[in-house]
């Protein structure tokens, strides 16, 4: 039986020789995140962003795991992916190339049966030249730029597009998409904008399906939801508006192994470059990961790990692979080579950690690395 991702003990060995911590991952809690977005989002469709191998949490496993939770919908960024996502799938599930048609790679997305998402009317006549020459129709979607200038067919080509459109039986155009910019912040009168925007558009061009909404969108209310949303980050835990509680569960734990214990003496810098000098007499631990683990370097002097609760600075810079921690707070020997200390878990949550790093909990997870051993608890 599963111990719960937050109560298994901290101090169980790694089985691996030579891990450098443990990440657990637990694929029940992501089905549960798509659960609660599923039954807020209802009679609305709950897709899944699965891009960057799932934020960096295994796209194979999140998206079968995603399959068995019944949802059907996938996103992927790059076509290289989408084709790795595939056998995960058993043909029950659609893929969807958030980043566009990439010139070159038109047949083997026909092959494949993968859909990509249009980005431009060129990509729009290269698919149906594709479809042209496997003599099949072919799915897409269509994204349209409703004001965040990143991706998508710009306003003052929608005219053209619909002629385009016009008699093109070779494209199934399986829904319209734009992306929100500032769903995170239910204040930002941008939201509003692109809502409207987003209605123009469906209007323009009836009868498609509606894909706009992710994370942050779906908790902007339900005229955000149309009939598909693409959520990411709240399906692995990651709060989908700032501010206020996190409405989503916990998703991922990381314990760090220590490497190394020490004492030293009042006035004795650590770590590179000498940052931190100590001000008294110093217990030291340094643990078996960096910033080439995703612990960036702007947690050097302003970052903490746990160990039963207890707060533990970090001191000096980070390193590459390791990164030393005061451990001053603990008693004496509670700490040596191969104990695990808490990064991400009950006492720091994945926002916590973004935050201490100046950054935001998308950043951190795409940026964990391999160098763990990764459990998965389902
Ligand atoms: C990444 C991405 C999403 C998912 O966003 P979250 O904020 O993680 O929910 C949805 N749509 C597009 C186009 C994206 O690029």
Partial sequence: MDAGLWNSPVGRPLDGEGAS??????????????????????????????????????????????????????FVAHFGEAMKLKPHLRDAGRIFVLNGLQPG?????????????????????????????????LPAVLQFDTGMSRLGIPPEER??????????????????????????????????????????????FPGFDVCFANSGGIFLGA?????????????????????????????????VAVIQTRTVAAGIPVGYGGTHVTSGETRLATIAAGYADGLLRSLSSRGAVYYDGIRLPVVGRVSMDSMTVDITALPPGTLSLGSLVEV????????????AAGTIAYEILTGLGHRYQREYHH
């Fill in 105 to 137: 790679s038109e047949a083997a997305c026909a092959q494949a049966g993968i859909g990509p998402v249009l980005n431009s009317i060129e990509q729009l006549r290269r698919w149906r030249s594709a479809a042209r020459n496997c003599g099949r129709v």
């Fill in 344 to 355: 991400v878990g009950p006492h720091q949550t994945l926002e916590d950690l973004a935050e």
């Fill in 21 to 74: 911590g443990r990440l657990t991952i637990d694929l029940a809690a992501i089905c549960r995140n798509y659960g609660k977005l599923a039954a807020m989002l209802a009679p609305a469709k709950t897709g899944a962003v699965v891009k960057a191998d799932a934020y960096g949490l295994g796209a194979g496993r999140v998206g079968s795991a995603l399959l068995a939770a019944g949802c059907r919908d996938f």
């Fill in 223 to 255: 005229e955000y939801h149309h009939v598909l949303a693409r959520p990411g980050i709240a399906l692995y835990g990651g709060a989908p508006s700032g501010g206020g509680a996190n409405p989503m569960e916990p998703v991922v734990r990381l314990d």
């Fill in 159 to 204: 005219p053209l597009l619909r002629r385009e459109l016009e008699g093109c039986g070779e494209i199934e155009i399986l829904c319209v998409m734009s992306h929100l910019a500032c769903a995170d912040d239910a204040d930002s009168r941008q939201n509003a904008d692109q809502l409207a925007e987003m209605r123009k558009i469906a209007a323009e």
